[in-house]
């Protein structure tokens, strides 16, 4: 089955305590992407991956990082998190030339205190 | 800059009643926009996509670059249709998207 997986679903931490949040989907595509979701903002685009090893920012990268080493993996990095991160995050990924089919996983709630 | 804008966070119609969601972008380029829904904060899905002009689940978008507008309409809504509609707009070769602030649709029986 076709699938984009986050993990975890749910996290709660506190200031300051290095965190990841892992992606993976299984459909080869080129493109992946994350972005935070937060009430009366809609969903807002941290970083996005062209391909293995390309990167780029989204409109709020600021305190995020992410890498791509592999083409089904995108982790998205917070080296020391803030009450401000506290979100609802989602990663999608679609073939690089298809707009249309951009896949978005369940997503994580993250909490931080 | 570029920009995606839903006037409305709230739009509560009554079954059977006919539903307009409106979304207004700023971009200089040739914009490619689309329609996402979400249910009960599921995972978002495609609904639209402004080259395809198909309708889905009989909601349907024209784009007016005139009015730089992406508006989504359907002319019965049902209950089933009680989501949050988000409009976006990819740009910077289809890498950047950027969403509007979401629009809850709330059909009553």
């Known amino acids: 089955e076709a699938q984009v997986t986050q993990n975890p679903r749910y996290l709660i931490t506190v200031t300051g305590k290095k965190l990841t949040v892992t992606c993976s989907q299984n459909?080869?595509?080129?493109?992946m992407s994350w972005y935070r979701q937060d009430p009366g903002l809609g969903l807002r685009q941290i970083y996005y991956s062209m391909n293995v090893e390309v990167t780029d920012k989204g409109d709020v990268p600021e305190g995020y990082k992410v890498s791509r080493k592999e083409k089904r993996n995108f982790p998205l990095i917070l080296e020391s998190p803030s009450p401000n991160q506290t979100s609802l995050y989602f990663c999608?990924?679609?073939?690089?030339?298809?707009?249309?089919?951009?896949?978005f996983g369940s997503g994580t709630q993250l909490s931080v205190l | 800059a570029q920009r995606v804008t839903q006037p409305e966070k709230l739009l509560s119609v009554f079954k059977g009643a006919p539903v307009e969601l409106k979304c207004n972008y700023s971009?200089?380029?040739?914009?490619?926009l689309f329609w996402y829904v979400q249910y009960s904060r599921q995972r978002l899905q495609l609904l639209l996509r402004?080259?395809s002009r198909e309708s889905i689940k009989g909601f349907t978008a024209d784009l007016n670059k005139g009015e730089t507008s992406f508006h989504l309409k359907k002319p019965f809504a049902q209950e089933e249709d009680s989501a949050m509609y988000y409009c976006?707009?990819?740009?910077?070769?289809?890498?950047?998207?950027?969403f509007g602030q979401g629009t809850e649709l709330s059909v009553k029986p």
């Open positions: 402004h080259i």
């Open positions: 971009y200089s380029g040739s914009p490619e």
């Open positions: 459909m080869n595509h080129e493109y």
């Open positions: 999608a990924s679609r073939p690089r030339r298809d707009r249309e089919k951009l896949f």
């Open positions: 976006a707009l990819f740009y910077n070769q289809g890498g950047k998207l950027i």
